[in-house]
């Protein structure tokens, strides 16, 4: 039995690797997934993080001396030009007479807060004013002789434990997405072409013809397909690795670092997916009816996993997700880039899922091929 | 030796095979011969164990297909119609394939391989992909595969369409040298002189089931007819789906 699957799986990667157009795309995908995240990681982060001088339009300046001094110390000053950010500081007009009078003198902030790169220079704009108000305030009960601590009734101190990587939780999301996804996507136009295209073009008839079992045909078939999926996941992480090195993390405070150890876990957790994945989409593939309705099948089938990814990367309903299949392996490999502990339990159960779904989509593809209806396509 | 022994099948509304019987003898050609949609490929997928009968068995050397199918195609060689080649393969290497899928050890295999190509003179081509190739480049290929084992029973689903003049030669000095051997040959066809030609045993049907069966000589014998022709079209009635 070994040998008939393994002169078949021979068969199906030489024909496989022969077919160009799909190992293009999965080329195409290990290396431009990796670098297209890089571009935008850099460029996210330039957008998200506060320049170190921060130039905003600043309106009566004249109105509010100290204020400007205040804040230009802390470099957030006026500025003209493209560098400005679209943030807007207006002093009102009766500040000064309200300050000396010992009464609470009006600043606006007008900036739009939806934009997300501007969130980070309007907290810290927001943050600089609310110190400049209790330093002042301070001023005015020394004036009355009152202890300042008075007006502190807790003191709130954070101590912020994140480790520079573990800060990184949602970029590391959306790194461990593209490398597990492309367990999905790399060898897709493969496994339509071996079980959709092998039946349109009607070898699969004579293939069925011959003294074999269907089940010998769809291990093979799911053999090739998965050790693609392997490759194409080593070209990514390998990619990645490479690529990563050019995203300037130093403006986060975090690092995304894929090491050697990285990738050899990556590829045993990554196994029993891309088995999973391959009998999937070869399942699949001979459910539909011909290549082209397989292709749009396949797509559409391929939002499952790739909403088990989101919902990692996103955080949602970590609790179960947690323990479903691809979620639990992504968390275990986003952990293992964190340097933390990886959850044993978890990612056993997940992967031991994993395994039986790619159980069950193999009988039933190999159950299919014995009905007439799936072989000639009906 | 292939035995069809009472079969029905109903593909959609069409009762495709209704009570089909013959047997196909080892050392002898025999000819499945009827007009286009007489239910001749439906038959030979039901003796590769393709289609399932509703009714009835197919049998090769006395295993049934349906409950043995591994067993039973052992000893089958099968030119499919159409021939489902491997674009992007050799016709070395799909040879080569097959022969290790019907049992062969790679070097045997290997072996037997070139020999066949030689014997089909299509050593020029053994090594460039099927991609492009003729019609007849495209059906010496399945030939090959059909025969590479040197199976007992060799089914061929109409053999000689596109073939010129010359592999039309080969196919059929190959087809005398099997049965010469003492294999069981079965083909379907319309082509009247290639069955007149070649076939001992002509199994003439049509809509599904055997109208006529004997030599061609003897089917003359039994119209009144002076050729093979003439004699199939008065056993059927009438002249639809017959190439000349």
Known sequence: MMKLISILFKKEVLDASRDKRSVMAGLYYCIGAPILMCVLFTVMFKQMASPEALKITIKNAHNAPNLVQFLASKEIEHGEGEEVKAITLEISDDYQVNMTQGKSATVFIIADKSEQKLRASINRLERNLMLYNSEVASLRLVARGIDPTIARAIDVQTHDQATPTSKGGFVLGIATLSIIISLFYAAMGMAIDSSAGERERNSLQLLLSHPISTTHIVLAKVGAIAGFSIIALILTTVVSKFAYNMVPWEMMGFTVIIDFTFIVTAILIGLPIALMSASLLIFISFLAKSFKEAQSYVAMALFIPVMMSMATTYDIATDIMQWMPIAAQQNAMIEIIKGNAIPVTQLLLSSAVTLGLFAIFTYLSSRMLKSEKVVFGL | ?244
């Open chain 2, 1 to 244: 030796m292939i035995q069809v022994d009472n079969l029905y099948k109903k593909i959609g509304e069409v009762n495709a095979l209704d009570g089909l019987s013959f047997t196909a003898s080892d050392g002898q050609i025999t000819g499945l011969l009827g007009p286009n949609g007489a239910g001749k490929t439906t038959c030979l997928r039901t003796v590769f164990g393709l289609l399932q009968a509703d009714k009835g068995h197919a049998t090769i050397d006395n295993i049934d297909v349906a409950k043995e199918p591994t067993k039973a195609k052992q000893q089958l060689g099968l030119f499919p119609d159409p021939c489902g080649l491997y674009e992007r393969m050799t016709p070395r290497e799909y040879t080569q394939f097959y022969a290790q899928l019907s049992g062969m050890e790679p070097k045997a295999a290997a072996a037997a391989t070139q020999t066949v190509l030689e014997k089909l003179q299509m050593l020029d081509i053994a090594d460039r992909r099927c991609k492009g190739f003729s019609q007849g480049q495209r059906m010496k290929t399945a030939l090959a595969q059909a025969i590479v084992h040197k199976p007992t029973n060799i089914v061929l689903d109409e053999p000689t369409r596109g073939l010129d003049v010359m592999s039309t030669r080969v196919l059929r000095d190959l087809l005398l040298m099997l049965k010469a051997q003492g294999h069981c040959v079965l083909f379907s066809s319309h082509v009247m002189q290639e069955v007149a030609a070649l076939c001992d045993h002509v199994v003439v049907m049509a809509k599904g089931k055997v109208v006529a069966q004997g030599s061609p000589q003897s089917l003359c014998e039994q119209t009144g007819k002076t050729s093979l022709e003439e004699a199939f079209i008065t056993l059927i009635g009438t002249d639809e789906g017959i190439a000349a």
